[in-house]
């Protein structure tokens, strides 16, 4: 077993991020049946994006819409998933 990691997003680690997300796991706690169905479509669609898309440190991602409907701005971000021989989280 290894040290539990923070590790970048890739091509090499997502298939634990899917198997995760099938097992119900999501990384948004407001809507997250829709954001899982919406993460998987995504790789499904174009795996390369996807990942890419989990870095966005100078906001050009589309905008964000907001539960009432209304949008705002992407705020920059990037992603970093909790690694332990698998995905944790």
Same mark, same amino acid.
């Given at each position: 077993? #290894?040290?539990?990691?923070?590790?970048?997003?890739?091509?090499?680690?997502?298939?634990?991020?899917?198997?995760?997300? +099938?097992?119900?796991?999501?990384?948004?706690?407001?809507?997250? +049946?829709? #954001?899982?169905?919406?993460?998987?479509?995504?790789?499904?669609?174009?795996?390369?994006? !996807?990942?890419?898309?989990?870095? $966005?440190?100078?906001?050009?991602?589309?905008?964000?819409?907001?539960?009432?409907?209304?949008?705002?701005?992407?705020?920059?971000?990037?992603?970093?998933?909790?690694?332990? $021989? +698998? !995905?944790?989280?």
């Amino acid at each position: 077993m #290894t040290a539990l990691q923070l590790v970048e997003p890739s091509l090499a680690t997502l298939s634990g991020f899917v198997d995760a997300l +099938e097992r119900g796991w999501s990384r948004d706690n407001i809507g997250l +049946e829709k #954001t899982i169905r919406s993460d998987l479509a995504w790789i499904a669609r174009d795996p390369s994006g !996807f990942v890419a898309s989990l870095d $966005d440190v100078e906001a050009k991602g589309a905008p964000i819409t907001l539960p009432d409907g209304s949008q705002a701005r992407r705020l920059p971000g990037y992603n970093r998933w909790l690694w332990d $021989d +698998e !995905f944790c989280g």
